[in-house]
Each structure stands twice: as structure tokens, then as C-alpha cells.
């Protein structure tokens, strides 16, 4: 029994070998199809011609990720870990909507969390070195958030006041009604989206919404350039010294003492200098 069940934990929880892709694979499948029967079931003209059939196969698919479920539980060594980590509580909410529609009217939809589960995709195919890429951009947003932050506040500040500068030109009777839909203008002229549900018809009006659109373009390229520039940004290299009293070995270069004890680095070479 122990024999089968360590060959069952290779076989769903690790991709190395080739029983342990398939099966990552037919489960990357059974997910794309559950998500795309959701969406066909979205569709109200699909929906009247095939509602058994989609129902049918929806619940198929739920009752083998709940078969998958159980087993990956009962397989691995603490199951309590498994249950609480990332992907364990997006197995268990893949399962419990369809279970949830059976009580709860409408909630049958939220299953295309289900799509969450492709993320597996990255061990099947090995493509995990490239999360280090992520990494690094993830680091390089959180380095930056100080300078992002004065960037947000400077932009909201910016279209509080040109939307109440809107607002006084163009006033209620060209669409203007109020300062918050004006801020709205503001911040959809900005950001170039011009949704055009709202436009200045005076002159000094689409003056300033000139202004504000030559703005937007240069504004834009503000936050790209902040986190480009941490990106970029040389990390800092350490030396090859190693303390002599604590053995440490992870020092910036031109360290003179030790960052984790205080002991002098290489005195020595002052004795030979």
C-alpha cells in the first residue's frame, strides 16, 4: 500500500515523470473544457439548445476534481499543508461553486476560478524559470511604490482641478452637471481612454481638453519610466572578503567591517601596505 500510494503522490503531485505529465496534462484539458462549458452556458441561444448537456458535463467535471481533490489529501504527507496552500484552496473553490448553485442561485458561475488551476501549466511544461521574471518586475513595483504613489497623488490632484475648471467653463448645460462627473472627463481624457460620453462644446473648453490630452501622452509614460529605472538599476555587488571572526562572506564592496559582527575585514593588508 505504501508502495502505490508514493507511486500516486508522483503521479499527481510531481510532473518528472511520464505518467506525471499525462496526468497534469488530461487535467490542464478537463479544466479548459470545464471553463469553456461555463461560457457556452453564458450564451442564452447555446444555453436553450444544450442546457442538459452542459449541465451534464459540468457536473462530470466537478465530480472528478473532487475525486482529485480527496486523493490529494489522502496522498500527501501533511495534509493540513496542502489544504491551506495556494493551489489546495484554488482546488477546493474549483469544486465548491457547482455544490454551492444547489443552494445558492447564480453562484454556479463563479467555477471559471477554475481557469487559476492553468497556472499548473508552468511545472507541466517546465516554464518555471520564467516566473523569475516576474520576480524580478514584482520587486522592481514594490521598490518604486514611493515614487508611484507621489505620481498617483500628483495625477488625482491634477484632475480634481482641471474637472472643476471643467465644470465652471462648460456648466450643466453641456453635460458638465456636476464636479464629480467633470473629475470623471478629467481622468478619461487623461489616461487617452475618451469613452466621448461626455466632450466640451465652448472654445476654452476644448482648449483645456487639448491641453489635458497632450498631458495624458506625456503622463502615461511616467510610472513606465519609474519601474524601468529599478529595473535597470545595478544591484549592489559584494566583495569576496570574508570576516575573520564570524566567517561571513556577504559584504558590500569597500566594506571595512564586518556587517554582522564589527570585526575589522582584512587587516592584514594595511600590515603589508
Not at 505518467?19 to 453564458?42: P, R
Not at 452542459?54 to 489529501?73: D, Q
Not at 520587486?139 to 471643467?166: D, E, H, N, P, Y
Not at 472654445?203 to 487639448?210: I, M, T
Request: net charge positive; glycine share 6%; hydrophobic share 50%.
Amino acid at each position: 500500500m505504501k508502495i502505490t500510494k508514493n507511486r500516486l503522490y508522483e503521479i499527481i503531485f510531481e510532473a518528472d515523470t511520464k505518467e506525471g505529465k499525462a496526468f497534469d496534462i488530461v487535467l490542464l484539458i478537463v479544466i479548459v473544457l470545464s471553463i469553456a462549458f461555463v461560457m457556452l452556458e453564458s450564451v442564452e441561444s447555446i444555453n436553450n439548445q444544450y442546457s442538459k448537456v452542459l449541465k451534464v458535463s459540468e457536473w462530470m467535471i466537478t465530480v472528478i476534481f473532487t475525486i482529485e481533490y480527496i486523493f490529494r489529501i489522502a496522498i500527501v504527507r501533511k495534509p493540513w499543508k496542502y489544504i491551506t496552500s495556494f493551489f489546495g484552496v484554488i482546488d477546493l473553490l474549483s469544486v465548491l461553486p457547482t455544490y454551492l448553485s444547489l443552494i445558492f442561485i447564480g453562484s454556479h458561475s463563479l467555477v471559471v476560478i477554475r481557469v487559476i488551476r492553468l497556472l499548473r501549466i508552468f511545472r507541466v511544461l517546465k516554464l518555471s524559470r520564467y516566473t523569475s521574471a516576474g520576480r524580478s518586475l514584482a520587486k522592481a513595483l514594490w521598490a518604486s511604490r514611493g515614487k508611484i504613489s507621489v505620481f498617483l497623488f500628483f495625477v488625482l490632484t491634477l484632475v480634481i482641478i482641471v474637472g472643476t475648471i471643467m465644470y465652471l467653463i462648460e456648466g450643466e448645460e453641456n453635460g458638465f452637471n456636476s464636479i464629480p462627473r467633470s473629475i470623471y472627463w478629467a481622468i478619461v481624457t487623461l489616461t487617452t481612454v475618451g469613452y466621448g460620453d461626455i466632450s466640451p462644446v465652448t472654445p476654452l473648453g476644448q482648449l483645456l481638453a487639448s491641453i489635458v490630452m497632450i498631458t495624458g501622452y506625456a503622463i502615461i509614460a511616467v510610472p513606465t519610466g519609474i519601474v524601468t529605472a529599478e529595473i535597470i538599476k545595478p544591484s549592489v555587488k559584494g566583495n569576496t572578503q570574508v570576516c575573520p571572526y564570524c566567517l561571513y562572506d556577504k559584504h558590500e564592496d569597500h566594506a571595512k567591517f564586518c556587517l554582522r559582527c564589527g570585526t575589522e575585514l582584512n587587516p592584514a593588508s594595511k600590515d603589508t601596505g
